[in-house]
């Protein structure tokens, strides 16, 4: 992976998936904290409980994955 993005010109930046999936993008809540259930991967889309967001599971996830990824930058 590294060596393709190199190629490309691009950067291969590590992180870690811990809680991309239960996060939620908008404002940060945790899912499996306060109370809530963590999701399952059956489920392709939820609610947050605490903003109220729908979030598609994957979007979402890859919205964490790449905000972690540009704080890693700076
Ligand atoms: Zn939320």
Redo the contacts with the bound molecule.
């Keep these: 992976m590294t060596y393709k993005a190199d190629s490309y010109g691009h950067q291969f930046i590590k992180i870690s998936p811990r809680n991309t999936t239960q996060t ?1 993008h ?4 945790v899912m499996g904290t306060d109370d809530t259930e963590k999701l399952t991967l059956a489920g392709r889309e939820w609610t ?1 409980p ?4 729908r979030h598609i599971r994957d979007r979402n996830a890859a919205k964490n994955i790449l905000d972690k990824g540009i704080a890693k930058l700076s």
């Design positions: 939620c908008d404002y940060g809540f947050c605490n903003c109220g967001t």
